[in-house]
């Protein structure tokens, strides 16, 4: 699996990897931590699909391989969140700019930063 980690897209290997998880079975704690490892440095796709199909072509595994893509799912809605929360943060402190308010005032209602509010202002110049 380290071998081919930087391959465009990991999706390619996938019946390569089941097919070495069904011939030299590691412990389920080797594969979570393998599997872990493939879906924070390999670029893939989509991880959660590449799991989905690794679970369903490797019957041992598969629940491990459920849960790791649920993991993953769970991880980019909460990214996404997070990310949507910093751009209406910004949205707000845009505003209250605009409506004159002092810095620090913006700075305490929105949780930015001096830096992040000059970044704001100079994106708006």
Not at 40 to 59: C, M, V, W, Y
């Amino acid at each position: 699996m380290q071998k081919h980690i930087r391959d465009r897209d990991i999706n390619l290997r996938l019946r390569d990897i089941a097919l070495l998880l069904e011939l030299a079975p590691p412990g389920k704690e080797l594969v979570v931590c393998l599997m872990h490892y493939l879906a924070q440095e390999a670029n893939s796709l989509d991880p959660e699909i590449f799991f989905r199909n690794l679970g369903k072509n490797t019957p041992r595994y598969k629940e491990e391989m459920m849960t790791i893509a649920e993991h993953w799912v769970l991880k980019g809605r909460q990214e996404g969140r997070n990310e949507g929360r910093s751009e209406r943060d910004k949205e707000i402190a845009r505003n209250m700019l605009a409506m004159g308010l002092d810095r620090a005032t913006v700075s305490q209602v929105t949780g930015l930063s001096d830096a992040e509010l000059d970044a704001l202002v100079d994106s708006a110049a």
